[in-house]
Nanobody
Framework: VQVVESGGGLVQPGGSLRLSCAAS????????MSWYRQAPGKEREVVAR????????YTTDSVKGRFTISRDNAKNTVFLQMNSPKPEDTAVYYC????????WGQGTQVTVSS
């Protein structure tokens, strides 16, 4: 099982960024997937979750209306579209697959700054 995040970087407040998570080693279309983030000195927190077929989504209150989670089961990929990011969204963003005890990617750094 492997999940690999990409797409992070430096973005200005009010800009946009799309994160991708490429999954392999399991039947991707059967599992819900999640994005988490961890800011310096803070605990890792869930940002968004999407059901196996993409019709059931959850986003945490602090990003609701700005971030959107989606998936492409044909490409075994889950996305996080980040619109109008704020400096407080700066964190390492992780993809999570609920396989066994759970698999994490290596994370991708997102820095929101002008």
């Amino acid at each position: 099982v492997q999940v690999v995040e990409s797409g992070g970087g430096l973005v200005q407040p009010g800009g946009s960024l799309r994160l991708s998570c490429a999954a392999s080693g399991f039947t991707f279309r059967r599992y819900a997937m999640s994005w988490y983030r961890q800011a310096p000195g803070k605990e890792r927190e869930v940002v968004a979750r999407i059901g196996s077929v993409g019709d059931d989504t959850y986003t945490t209150d602090s990003v609701k209306g700005r971030f959107t989670i989606s998936r492409d089961n044909a490409k075994n990929t889950v996305f996080l579209q980040m619109n109008s990011p704020k400096p407080e969204d700066t964190a390492v963003y992780y993809c999570h697959a609920p396989i066994g005890s759970g698999f994490w990617g290596q994370g991708t750094q997102v820095t929101v700054s002008s």
